[in-house]
Nanobody, 122 residues
Framework: QVQLVESGGGLVQAGGSLRLSCAAS????????MGWYSQAPGKQRELVAS???????TYADSVKDRFTISRDNAKNTMYLQMSSLAPEDTAVYYC????????????????WGQGTQVTVSS
């Protein structure tokens, strides 16, 4: 079974920083794209940033120049360095991975973590 576990969320003041981590574990054959999604109260979950296995990154316009996504393929771990945080960044941040389970198949499947809360105070 595959599991994604986020960590690093918390309460910070505006202008502060956090580093989120997402560790993928279990029966994983290969991970292609990984990404961070945010969901604020009453809003739809949306992409924050993503990164391919080759290191190609994508950012939402709202976080570009403030957040940096990275991954350690050897550890199956993804990170989101969040700087210059603002109250608008307050949300639950979810880890997503497109991967091939080791139990078979050749198609990538999408998996989600449980989310980690990020709260930015004014």
């Amino acid at each position: 079974q595959v599991q994604l576990v986020e960590s690093g969320g918390g309460l910070v003041q505006a202008g502060g920083s956090l580093r989120l981590s997402c560790a993928a574990s279990g029966s994983i054959y290969a991970i292609n794209r990984m990404g961070w999604y945010s969901q604020a109260p009453g809003k739809q979950r949306e992409l924050v940033a993503s990164i391919t296995s080759g290191g190609t990154t994508t950012y939402a316009d709202s976080v570009k120049d403030r957040f940096t996504i990275s991954r350690d393929n050897a550890k199956n771990t993804m990170y989101l360095q969040m700087s210059s945080l603002a109250p608008e960044d307050t949300a639950v941040y979810y880890c997503n991975a497109e991967l091939i389970p080791s139990y078979g198949g050749s198609k990538y499947r999408s998996y989600w973590g449980q989310g980690t809360q990020v709260t930015v105070s004014s």
